[in-house]
């Protein structure tokens, strides 16, 4: 059984406990979460160890990418079965531990949270979105919100508030103020950019412009110089990178290469760079340490702050590859 309701704990929890009081012992129930705790949802049920994520990506039809979520509880006949799922539908399975945005979905956070401040800063939702695009990205992340729906990411903070720092008012600031303005992208005509009825090109939303102007000049961060592309770039995939090794430190991802199969899969990740800790590698995980210190000077400390492993492998001059090798995996 595979649930695929909105994020809502309560909700899933109530359809949790009914599924697991109709369905036979031995039933599989899986939820379709991208960003709830799974071990609160199998609590519900009398069968946590029957509870996995299917996490699937949109659109389902064509995403390739599935993460499989294993919570303290699911156990490994549960985890062998969900691959052959993934398997029947022609889907690429990925295992995951529980964690919020488990392993797309977090690298996600810091990256587009860079692209936001990015605009805040002065650049352009144009520039930011065409870095990333030669890049090789499939589409720039503040495009992507506008086809998404602007409203989408403010709803999943709301529901996530201890994510949310406390210390920093430029955290996602771009999308609520464009949300406040019921300005949600493609569905109504304007978000970070403007859209005429019935077309899905991109243009100037000068409304929008001015506000985001004011607001980072309001919060300080408002800069006179252009933006560079490579700043661009590089603030928003380096972020994602110390994201995922943070992500193999704590085991939520076993090995590098699943993260390069998410980010491939699933998030259209420019293939011929491999995937951001294939790229981190290829480009030395000294450069990638390197940029998070130039970046974070005069930004929140903790967004820029190198991971332990990160930061090792890089002294050491060696690389996320080699630490799997070094770990049999």
């Known amino acids: ?32 979460t991208s960003t709830l705790d799974i071990n609160q949802i199998g609590s519900a049920t009398r069968r946590p160890q029957d509870v996995v994520g299917l996490h699937f990506f949109s659109p389902a039809n064509v995403t390739r990418l599935l993460e499989i979520v294993r919570t303290d509880a699911t156990a490994n006949d549960v985890v062998a079965t969900a691959f052959a799922v993934a398997k029947k539908v022609k889907k690429v399975g990925v295992l995951s531990r529980v964690a919020y945005g488990f392993i797309g979905n977090r690298m996600m956070d810091p990256y587009a949270r860079e692209a936001e401040r990015l605009v805040l800063e002065g650049a352009l939702p144009a520039d930011v979105d065409a870095a990333l695009e030669d890049f090789g990205m499939g589409m720039g992340i503040l495009a992507v919100f506008d086809m998404a729906g602007v409203d989408v990411g403010v709803k999943a903070r709301r529901a996530n ?92 991802a076993l090995r590098p290469a699943d993260i390069d199969v998410v980010y491939t899969s699933g998030y259209a990740f420019p293939r011929r760079h491999g995937g951001p800790m294939f790229y981190a590698d290829a480009i030395g995980l000294d450069t990638v340490l390197a940029g998070l210190k130039k970046y974070g000077k005069g930004r929140r400390a903790a967004d820029f702050e190198p991971s332990a492993l990160l930061k090792q492998l890089a002294e050491s001059g060696s690389t996320f590859a080699a630490w799997a090798k070094s770990r049999g995996l």
């Open 161 to 252: 508030p201890d994510q949310v720092p406390k210390d920093d008012p430029t955290f996602y600031r771009a999308s609520q103020i464009l949300f406040d303005q019921n300005w949600l992208g493609q569905k109504n005509g304007k978000g970070y950019y403007r859209y005429e009825a019935g077309s899905r090109d991109r243009l100037q939303h000068d409304e929008a412009l001015a506000l985001l102007a004011a607001e980072g000049k309001k919060l300080g961060v408002a800069r006179s110089g252009p933006i560079s592309r490579q700043e661009i770039t590089e603030r928003c995939i380096f972020a994602m990178i110390n994201e995922g090794a943070k992500i193999l430190e704590e085991g939520v």
């Open 1 to 32: 059984m595979i649930e695929a309701v909105f994020e809502d704990m309560a909700l899933k929890k109530k359809i949790f406990a009914e599924l697991d009081r109709v369905t036979k012992a031995g039933a599989i129930l899986a939820t379709n």
